[in-house]
C-alpha cells in the first residue's frame, strides 16, 4: 500500500534526522576525541594542564597573576602581562578592553562607582608601577609623574581658534597638582567631578612631556592581549623583570637568564608572530632550581 504523501514526507525526514544525529552528534564528535589522544596531541587536547607533585597548577595556554591576596606582585615570580578578562585571565570571561588609542580622557563622576580609567591612564598607572616594581623609570609619552593621562581640555575664544581663555587637566582631580601650571599662559585648573570638558567646547590636546621615546617598560607589561589569556611575555619584559627575581631567590641573574631563555618560544613557523616566554612554566623552573628563600 502507498503511503499518503504527507506521511512518506515524514518518514524520510526522520530518516535524515536519524542519519546525521548518528554521524554528527555521535561519530563525529568521538572520532575528534580519538584524534586528540594521538600520542604527541593528548596534552594540548587535554587543555596543556601541569601538574606538580599530584597537584594541577594550571594550563601553559592559559595565563595566570602571580599576586598575593591584596592582589600586589609577588616579588619572587615574573608577572604576567594585564588582563581584561573577569578578574583577570577568566576563561569563561575572554576579552579584550574594547578600549582604543583615543581613550585620553577618564570619566571622573561624583559616584566614584560609575567612574572609571580611559586607556591611556591604565597604561601611565601600569608603567609607573612596574617601573617601581622593578626599578627603572617607568615614565612614558604623555603620562603624568604621578601615573595618569597627561591631557588637557583647552578653551578657546573662538572654539577652535583664537586665543586660549581656560585650561584644565582633565584627568586630574584635587588634591593633585596639574601636572603643568599653565599652559599659553593660562593657569591650568584641575578637573571637577561630573564635569563633561569636551561637551562644553573643550579641544582635547595631549601632552607628550620629556619621558624618553622609547620606555624603558615594554608595551605588554601595560596592555592586556585581545583574548586576556596569553600565557605569554614577551623577552623585553622578561629581562626586565631578572634582576628582581634573581635577588629575591638570591640567584645569580645570569643563571635566571638561562631558565628564561630555556622558556624562551620562536615566532610559529620560523616567521609569523614574535618570540615569547611562557611565565608559568618560567616561574615552575625558578621553583625547582632556586627555591625561595
Not at 97 to 118: F, K, M, R, W
Not at 180 to 190: A, D, I, K, R
Not at 249 to 266: I, Y
Request: charge should be negative; include cysteine.
Amino acid at each position: 500500500m502507498r503511503l499518503p504523501t504527507w506521511l512518506a514526507q515524514h518518514l524520510a525526514a526522520l530518516r535524515a534526522l536519524l542519519v546525521f544525529t548518528v554521524l554528527l552528534g555521535l561519530a563525529y564528535p568521538l572520532a575528534l576525541v580519538a584524534v586528540g589522544q594521538i600520542p604527541g596531541l593528548a596534552h594540548k587536547a587535554d587543555g596543556s594542564m601541569i601538574t606538580v607533585d599530584g597537584r594541577t597548577v594550571g594550563s601553559s595556554l592559559i595565563g595566570q597573576s602571580f599576586t598575593d591576596g591584596d592582589g600586589n606582585p609577588v616579588t619572587r615570580y615574573f608577572q604576567s602581562r594585564p588582563s581584561a578578562a573577569g578578574d583577570g585571565y577568566d576563561p569563561t570571561s575572554t576579552s579584550a578592553s574594547n578600549l582604543g588609542p583615543e581613550s585620553v580622557v577618564d570619566t571622573i563622576a561624583t559616584d566614584p562607582e560609575e567612574s572609571s580609567q580611559s586607556l591611556l591612564t591604565q597604561v601611565c598607572e601600569r608603567s609607573k608601577a612596574v617601573g617601581e616594581l622593578n626599578g627603572v623609570d617607568g615614565s612614558r609619552p604623555y603620562c603624568t609623574p604621578e601615573g595618569v593621562g597627561a591631557v588637557l581640555a583647552v578653551f578657546r575664544a573662538d572654539g577652535l581658534t583664537g586665543p586660549v581663555t581656560r585650561v584644565v587637566s582633565v584627568n586630574q582631580t584635587a588634591p593633585a597638582t596639574p601636572f603643568v601650571s599653565s599652559y599659553q599662559g593660562v593657569t591650568v585648573e584641575l578637573a571637577q567631578p561630573g564635569q563633561d570638558y569636551v561637551a562644553e567646547g573643550g579641544i582635547i590636546t595631549p601632552i607628550r612631556g620629556d619621558a624618553p621615546a622609547e620606555p624603558a617598560v615594554p608595551a605588554d607589561a601595560v596592555t592586556a592581549s585581545g583574548s586576556g589569556l596569553d600565557p605569554h611575555i614577551s623577552p623585553a619584559y622578561a629581562e626586565l623583570q631578572v634582576n628582581r627575581v634573581a635577588r629575591e631567590r638570591g640567584a645569580d641573574p645570569a643563571a635566571v637568564r638561562r631558565l628564561v631563555e630555556a622558556n624562551t618560544t620562536g615566532r610559529s613557523l620560523g616567521f609569523m608572530g614574535e618570540p615569547g616566554v611562557n611565565v608559568l612554566e618560567l616561574n615552575l623552573a625558578l621553583d625547582r632550581e632556586f627555591p625561595a628563600r
